[in-house]
Antibody, heavy 121, light 107 residues
Framework: EVKLLESGGGLVQPGGSLRLSCAASGFTFADFYMSWIRQSPGKAPEWLSFIRNKANSYTTEYNPSVKGRFTISRDDTQNVLYLQMNTLRTEDTAIYYC????????????WGQGVMVTVSS | DIQMTQSPHSLSASLGETVSIECLASEGISNYLAWYQQKPGKSPQLLISFASSLQNGVPSRFSGSGSGTQFSLKISNMQPEDEGIYYCQQGYKYPPTFGGGTKLELK
């Protein structure tokens, strides 16, 4: 059974940083592209970033809304996906999900349960 | 970015009724269109990819159609467990974008 479990969320002041983790199990993590997606209360999901697999050089892409502030990475030895978030803004407040891609496609066939990030003074 | 516009914003259906949700892309996306269902407090679940390909385990009362810029999700024989918010998402071009959602309730 595929499982994705996010952690690392919480309350942070504007301008602060957080690192989210996503522990993956139930599939060969190293083979798949992975993404971070967020959802503000009552809003549609917003894709943030994805990272390719080793075969595709772990290259990354970012939504312009977070490019330069957020960094995605992965540890295939530990089956963990990360999102380093810097210079956080109040508008970054949302539930953050990690999601597995359907092969190398831009469809997300498994999502974690999500972790809440609140940016507030 | 490609804009995805869903309609209606919300609808209610009776048990056994057939409902349709529309999704319009701001430019052609071939058939790179997915549909997700989200229930309260849960993460979205992928129902359909490539506009019409049903994911394993998704009931056959769900079906998708369309290509280019116009797509639709049809739910036949509405069941209580079909309540939720439905999102379309284009996987054609960076960044992948979602529609605003359609809230489906049981009448």
């Amino acid at each position: 059974e595929v499982k994705l479990l996010e952690s690392g969320g919480g309350l942070v002041q504007p301008g602060g940083s957080l690192r989210l983790s996503c522990a993956a199990s139930g599939f060969t993590f190293a083979d798949f592209y992975m993404s971070w997606i967020r959802q503000s209360p009552g809003k549609a999901p917003e894709w943030l970033s994805f990272i390719r697999n080793k075969a595709n050089s772990y290259t990354t892409e970012y939504n312009p809304s977070v490019k330069g502030r957020f960094t995605i990475s992965r540890d295939d030895t530990q089956n963990v996906l990360y999102l380093q978030m810097n210079t956080l803004r109040t508008e970054d407040t949302a539930i953050y999900y990690c999601a597995k891609h359907e092969w190398q496609l831009f469809y997300f066939d498994y999502w974690g349960q999500g972790v809440m990030v609140t940016v507030s003074s | 970015d490609i804009q995805m516009t869903q309609s209606p914003h919300s609808l209610s259906a009776s048990l056994g009724e057939t409902v349709s949700i529309e999704c319009l892309a701001s430019e052609g996306i071939s058939n790179y269109l997915a549909w997700y269902q989200q229930k309260p407090g849960k993460s979205p679940q992928l129902l359909i990819s490539f506009a019409s390909s049903l994911q394993n385990g998704v009931p056959s009362r769900f079906s998708g159609s369309g290509s280019g810029t116009q797509f639709s999700l049809k739910i036949s024989n509405m069941q209580p467990e079909d309540e939720g918010i439905y999102y379309c998402q284009q996987g054609y071009k960076y960044p992948p974008t979602f529609g605003g959602g359609t809230k489906l309730e049981l009448k």
